[in-house]
């Protein structure tokens, strides 16, 4: 749907098809945003489910989902503006090891990933994910470099 | 589902519809919140569909869904909360020319709506969506005025 | 779906099942997280379905539900994050007599709710809720003590 208008009105009805994979990323920097839209809009095209949604989970804690236009400008306003929301230098709990067994001193990864959340549920029409011309759906990685494992269901009529 | 108890229990099963179309709406200022509920269980009892689940989708990079209280004097202090958590006149790449070829100054738009997101997903019972008795379904305007489009897609059991 | 690895591909077709049952919990502090997984996970399993989608819904303006992991010194500082990022104490309209008929003074309450999000949708795979290993559902308290309704929606194959 990038670039074109919606149909205005859509109707379909069958039997329910549910399929799922992972998709895997590698991160290399400690935040990053990943564009995924491609390699999601591939999965959903092979499912043959023509209407219906998708549901993109981040299986991790300390990495989110969410949407927003792929500019390098703005990926750099995103990054900072998570710096300034969520200090990771203040002296969280989580980062303590008096209060804390986990030794990542990672709080501000949990504290960010927490605002962008971890999945999204997208509309599928035409065997395509629903998204404005604009729209990207990108992978917030916040306590990288890791591999970072997505599942992706797809859940309609196909 | 305004101001009734949900039902405790309820069990369904058939065949699968989806149903689509899309919302307009107009918005008068920069930033501004509209309430859509009425139009949305209209779009949602039009479709027939009795049980399932109901996606509220905002084409636009730059506009927002949620959810909130319809209150004028909480719907200034949201707006309030956004321009006091992204500065609007802070230096942000995306609003100069060297880094941006967005000429639009909207680097806010997009983190405010980043941080509202893009979509709902509710939940359809007896072909209305589902709602607390104080919930209502909000469209933040972020960048406007503009006109918006809104992609509404039922499925479920009819 | 707990410390597993989710299986690469998986596919399934059938009729289509939604079921739903609501889930009150008792608060007992003003801001507080109360991690439901188990429960969740107990209502998933009981509606027996195999494969789709379960819709968790708060049906109340000052309760969010989030994802994120379950560890008191975490937790601490989700709740010192939200105490700066909406400061209780400011001069909100919401709590100003002269502009609003809630006598609540509960703006912070809605204002943070906001930010974390009034639902989840996740994927039901294997009659089990899809998480990560280090994830956990967690409600949201910002205006308790208080006795909280959440709508638990399974749609899907059987």
Same sequence: chains 1, 2, 3.
Avoid: Y
């Avoid at 920097?29 to 043959?48: C, F, G, H, K």
């Avoid at 980062?95 to 971890?118: E, I, K, T, W």
């Amino acid at each position: 749907m990038n670039g074109q208008t919606p149909a205005q009105k859509s109707a379909a009805s069958g039997a329910l098809v549910v399929r799922a994979e992972t998709l895997t990323i590698q991160t290399n920097d400690r935040v990053e945003l990943t564009d995924i839209t491609d390699r999601l809009r591939d999965v959903v095209q092979a499912s043959r489910v023509r209407d219906g949604i998708v549901s993109l989970w981040s299986l991790h804690t300390t990495c989110a989902v969410f949407i927003n236009e792929a500019q390098r400008a703005l990926h750099a306003d995103i990054k900072r503006l998570l710096e300034t929301m969520v200090d990771r230098d203040a002296d969280w709990m989580h980062n303590d090891p008096q209060h804390s067994d986990c030794d990542l001193v990672n709080a501000d990864s949990h504290l960010r990933a927490m605002l962008l959340g971890h999945s999204l549920t997208l509309q599928v029409s035409g065997a395509e994910p629903v998204l404005g011309q604009w729209q990207r759906v990108l992978v917030a990685e916040l306590d990288g470099p890791r591999s970072r494992t997505l599942r992706i269901q797809i859940m309609g009529i196909s």
